[in-house]
């Protein structure tokens, strides 16, 4: 595992300027749009994506200069579509692509008292709904939801495909997803958030092995947060807030590994990479994972 050493101010501004066409997905709130403001202050035109609401729009009024917004869901191919085309029109193609909108309803309800909430946060809970063929009567077993696969994990492969399509012919792109520390662990009652960003990291590694990516100059990457202060954990008991209280991080802190990974120079250096956000350290596992995944297969060669 090897430790990052984030870029100076002075390279960001370097590397984003000439108003770089940069589009950041769930800029509303948190991460997201930590690292809007951080692309717009380094000179980048960015938008802001979000679901509609009032809250997107003063985000961007937030950042004022050097941002726009625009609504979409991005669980919804054709709001991606729609936006994708409004962006290359209105701006021009995007160069970079910040996949990071994401939602976990099993954090946000598993440590509140309502009985119902609880049983949407958890898969395995016996709730009833009537049968879809009524006339046989009866209940069955709820199917569970499957809407947090539809946002983080739908949400970012739609978002791939449409940056590849996007990106200015000859000039490239770079892509980065925010998966998460729970896109390399498991984490008690997290089932399906931890399967939606495992999910990504098995997106991210095999659209990485592409030769069409390489050849167009296009890279894909990550950011793996730590637990971080945004509306997503702001629902955490204080207890627990407190016991991760060194080691969690700021949305400004993993903005920071974003903005590295969309701003390298060499694709190499980052084409693949997934950077491990705990508190201020930014550390890149996929090389340790490599070697690991190496070292088994050549140990159970035959
Ligand atoms: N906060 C953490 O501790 C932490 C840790 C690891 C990973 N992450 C990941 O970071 C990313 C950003 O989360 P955050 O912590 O900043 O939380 P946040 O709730 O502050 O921001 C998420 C944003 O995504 C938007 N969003 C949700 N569904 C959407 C949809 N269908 N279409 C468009 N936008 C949508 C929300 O409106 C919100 O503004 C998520 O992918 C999350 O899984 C967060």
Redesign the pocket.
């Known amino acids: 595992m090897s430790e990052v050493t984030l870029p100076p101010a002075s390279v960001l501004t370097e590397r984003l300027q000439d108003s770089k066409v940069v589009l950041v997905?769930?800029?509303?709130?948190?991460?997201?749009?930590a690292a809007a403001q951080l692309f717009a202050q380094h000179g980048a035109k960015v938008i802001l994506?979000?679901?509609a609401?009032g809250?997107l729009k003063a985000a961007a009024e937030d950042i004022g200069h050097g941002c726009d917004f625009r609504a979409?869901?991005?669980?919804n191919w054709e709001q991606q579509v729609a936006l994708f085309d409004w962006v290359k029109q209105t701006y021009g193609p995007p160069e970079i692509v910040c996949l990071?909108?994401?939602?976990?309803p099993e954090l946000a309800t598993s440590q509140t008292p309502s009985a119902k909430e609880k049983v949407v946060s958890n898969y395995l809970a016996s709730e009833l709904e009537p049968r879809e063929d009524a006339s046989e009567g009866g209940s069955q077993l709820k199917q569970p939801p499957t809407v947090v696969f539809?946002?983080?994990f739908y949400?970012v492969l739609y978002g791939i495909k449409l940056a590849v399509h996007h990106f200015p012919e000859g000039k490239g792109g770079r892509i980065v997803i925010?998966?998460?520390?729970?896109s390399q662990m498991g984490v008690v009652n997290q089932d399906v958030?931890v399967a939606s960003?495992h999910a990504l990291i098995g997106l991210m590694r095999s659209s990485a092995q592409r030769q069409e990516l390489k050849d167009k100059n296009i890279t894909v990457s990550m950011v793996?947060?730590?637990?971080?202060?945004?509306?997503?954990?702001a629902n955490l008991p204080p207890e627990i807030l407190h016991a991760f209280s060194t080691e969690s991080s700021q949305?400004v802190d993993?903005a920071m590994g974003i903005a590295y990974l969309a701003t390298a120079e060499k694709a190499e250096d980052v084409h693949g990479r997934c950077l491990w956000i705990r508190g201020k350290r930014c550390i890149e596992v996929e090389g340790a994972y490599e070697k690991w995944l190496g070292n088994l297969i050549a140990s159970t060669s035959t």
């Open positions: 997905t769930g800029a509303a709130s948190g991460i997201g749009f994506v979000d679901l609401s809250r979409c869901d991005v669980a990071n909108a994401g939602i976990d539809d946002v983080n949400g925010t998966g998460s520390a729970a958030y960003k793996a947060p730590w637990l971080t202060h945004t509306g997503l954990t949305p993993v």
